[in-house]
Every structure is written in C-alpha cells, then in structure tokens.
C-alpha cells in the first residue's frame, strides 16, 4: 500500500481521536484527582473517561466510515490507531506534569507528537507501518497540529492555542 494513503487510513482516526476530548471531554478525571509524591497530578483534570471514551467511539466511527469508502476492514486498525492515540496523550500529559508544566501550557515537540507516536507504536502490534508511513505523520502532524489548536482557541473550545 503506498505510504500517503497508509499515512491517510491511520491519521484521520487519530487525528479525529485526539481532537474528540476537546468537543465531548469533561466529567471525573482519568487520574481521579490523585497526585504522585513530585506533588504533581497524575494527569490533571483535562484527561477525563468521558475525553477517552468519545476519542474510542470517533476513533471507530472513522474506522467504520473508512472500511465502507476503502472496502476493506480498516476498524481494527483505527481502533489500535485511536487507543493509541490516546495512550499518546496521556504519556505526553504524564510527562508534563513530572516536569511541572500545568495543564494547557506547551511542551513543543510533545504536545505535537505524543499522540502520533502512540497511535504508531500501537498500531505497530498489528502491522508495522513503513518507514515511509511514519516519516510523513512526523512531518505532516505538527503544522496540522498548530492549525486546529489555533481553531479550536478560536471557537472558545481551548484556552491556549498551543
């Protein structure tokens, strides 16, 4: 399969994954508002089971959406690709917090990628993607990245556009 349409088939779950939080995220948090002994949270309050949930359900929405244009089974792979995704996240949000950067502030390079590499780490149990494949998520991700953070700040739906 060409790398640009293997990029395409895990990046629209992932992308639409990571972006569902922001729409349908909120309620109890992932964490339940514990903290490790850094004094830190875990993850914060902005990584919620509802923020997960509806990232799985989009995540295999999209799968669904895509097998029927594709013809072909493509859920198994959007599922890994999205949980991946997430898990992504989650590992960047844990990683800030270590380094005690709150909630909505940046950490260039993490908050771009974390979600991509989880998805591709993932989906790599499956089927590893070429080379290729991942090299255009890496490039492709962070400008993408910028402009829906910069439009989802511009819809009120974020406090920062980073």
């Known amino acids: 399969m060409n790398d640009w349409i293997l990029a395409l088939y895990i990046v629209c779950p992932v992308y639409c994954a990571n972006g569902a939080p922001v729409l349908f995220g909120g309620g109890r948090s992932i964490d339940f508002g514990k903290s490790l002994p850094d004094g830190e949270r875990i993850f914060g309050d902005h990584k919620t089971f509802r923020g997960l949930a509806s990232g799985l359900i989009v995540g295999f929405i999209v799968g669904v959406l895509e097998s029927l244009l594709a013809s072909t089974q493509l859920i198994p792979l959007a599922m890994l690709a999205s949980l991946g995704a997430l898990l992504g996240d989650l590992a960047g949000a844990f990683l800030k917090r270590r380094l005690g950067i709150k909630p909505g502030k940046p950490l260039p390079g993490i908050d ?21 494949t991942i090299l255009i998520l890496i490039c492709v991700t962070p400008p993408i990245h910028l402009l829906t953070n910069v439009g989802a700040y511009l819809l009120g739906l974020k406090s920062t556009y980073c």
């Open 112 to 132: 771009q990628l974390d979600f991509v590499i989880g998805a591709v780490l993932l989906v790599s149990v499956m089927a590893p993607p070429p080379l290729g």
